[in-house]
């Protein structure tokens, strides 16, 4: 009887252990691993120009209000600027491509650049858009450098142009083409999110961690 | 003596069974994947270099890292489609693109609605496909009354038929006295149909997923055209809102 209960209770046991190394065991090979690409502000300069189409001025930010806007001289370069950082270790977690987005014609050409962010199975992770800008090599593909703590990369994607669409003067309008790029958008000494009054913003310095566009996707390695 | 006998009896047991836990289904036998880069060595798997190509006949093997960087290679290497199709100049603009009378010394550019609903030529966005919705809308008029363009911005959601897994986007733009683009798409993606009675020149993607696609409408009512541009976006979707559009 005693030899019975004994077997019964090791049963028991091994099965209480048996779970409780389940509950504790790192299952994340299993599970996903995060990745994650931000982007940063293009221009060149050090200085940030509100109010060119209307979207920069308190209470006109919406949701769909993504674009920011930064003073260029005609033919500055633009650049992709960005940070990448996965939980897998890699060093490339993607590539980016550059598209010449243009529209209009003639003299009323609309120069427009978009880069592409994609995943290393080519899902498209839509694009980061930079308006009045002629693209730099288009059709180019790099790869987005990351790591397990956020390793930083730029690379130039265009040029501004003045008289752009023949109307804007020169300057970068930067901003995502779709919404899951998520915004997080926090300009200091400004009277609520998103609002990017003239004072607030101006300062290019004090912009530069508060305006970024982030896109995260999980995979279970590459 | 009995206490021992039970001591063991729960401790060895469940030592072994945490342990034998821990191990099959821990990923510490990939921890050394985790350590991140030094001095700039890469890790993990790499695209392929600019060069290289898909095998001849071969087919996309999509559960591979950067299978899609050969077919992008590829469309970059190919002779790009330079000529007419549907009426529609590709890869190409007419002389006078440039002539002074096509300029406009300053414009007007609307963002409303009721911009559009009240242009020269608005287009119709009621009947989209289901998952395509309106992102930004501008209408551009010049200075003297001439109409430039108007210009839609749509999304498309995750998961919507026809569609990237993670969405996509449209971009369509109209404008009058325009029948050109300066697309540099290989020859063998482009092609002639119609939609709603119009004329129009299709561009496909390079392969299914990857690459842009894009539908230009011959507009007889304005001497120009209507360009459905979409990424992540197949062609039967574009095709949809551009029925949309027309109807």
Redesign the interface.
């Known amino acids: 009887m005693k030899r019975m209960t004994l077997m019964g209770v090791a049963i028991l046991s091994a099965a209480a252990g048996l779970l409780a190394g389940l509950l504790t065991a790192d299952t994340s090979y299993a599970a996903t691993h995060t990745y994650k690409v931000w982007n940063w502000p293009g221009g060149p300069t050090a200085q940030m120009n509100c109010g060119w189409h209307q979207v920069c001025l308190p209470g006109q930010y919406g949701p769909d209000y993504s674009f920011i806007d930064w003073s260029s001289a005609t033919g500055s370069h633009i650049f992709w600027r960005s940070t990448g950082e996965n939980t897998q270790g890699i060093s490339v977690t993607g590539t980016i491509t550059v598209i010449n987005a243009s529209s209009g014609s003639g003299s009323t050409t609309c120069h427009r650049t978009e880069v592409e962010l994609k995943t290393p199975l080519g899902t498209s992770l839509q694009r980061i858009r930079y308006s009045h800008t002629s693209p730099f090599s288009a059709g180019s593909v790099y790869n987005v450098p990351s790591g397990l703590s956020g390793v930083s990369w730029q690379t130039r994607v265009g040029t501004t142009v003045d008289w752009d669409c023949g109307v804007y003067r020169n300057h970068l309008h930067q901003g995502r083409t779709h919404t899951n790029w998520e915004k997080t958008t926090v300009f200091p000494n400004s009277d609520a999110p998103d609002n990017c009054n003239w004072d607030a913003c101006r300062n290019y310095a004090s912009v530069w961690t508060h305006w970024q566009h982030k896109r995260t996707w999980w995979a279970s390695g590459y | 003596v ?1 206490l021992g ?2 001591a063991a ?14 191990v099959f ?4 036998a ?1 921890a050394s ?5 030094e001095g700039g ?7 392929p270099g ?1 060069d290289v190509t898909p095998e001849p006949g071969s087919t996309p093997d ?2 591979r ?5 050969p077919y ?1 290679n590829q469309e ?1 290497m190919a002779p790009k489609f330079r000529g007419e199709l549907a009426g529609l100049l590709i890869g190409q ?1 007419p002389p006078d ?3 002074e009378a ?6 007007v ?1 609307e ?1 409303s609605p009721n911009a559009m609903r009240e242009s020269w030529f608005p287009l119709t966005l009621s009947g989209l496909p289901d998952g395509v919705q309106v ?2 809308t501008t209408v ?1 008029t010049c200075d003297d009354g001439r109409p ?2 108007i ?1 839609v ?1 749509l ?1 498309i959601a ?1 998961g919507t038929a026809g569609a ?6 449209i ?1 369509v ?1 109209r ?1 009058p006295g ?1 029948r ?1 683009w ?1 697309n ?1 798409g290989s020859t063998e993606r482009w092609s002639e149909g119609e939609i709603e009675g119009r004329p129009v020149a299709l561009l496909d993607e390079i392969v299914e ?2 690459g ?1 696609a894009a539908i230009i409408v011959v507009d007889e009512e304005t001497g120009g055209s209507t ?1 459905v ?1 979409g ?2 976006a197949s062609l039967a979707l574009l095709q949809q809102v551009a029925e949309a559009m027309y109807e």
């Open positions: 009995l006998a039970v009896a729960v401790l060895i047991p469940a030592a072994t069974g945490f342990l034998v836990a821990r289904f821990s990923d510490s990939t994947d985790r350590v991140p880069p060595t890469l890790t993990g798997i790499l695209p600019p999509r559960s890292p950067y299978w899609h960087i992008e970059r603009e693109a440039h002539d096509r300029r406009c010394p300053g414009a550019i963002t992102k930004a551009a430039l363009w210009e911005d999304e995750p990237g897994a993670q969405g996509g986007t971009n733009w404008a325009v050109w300066l540099e997923g990857i842009d360009r541009w990424s992540g």
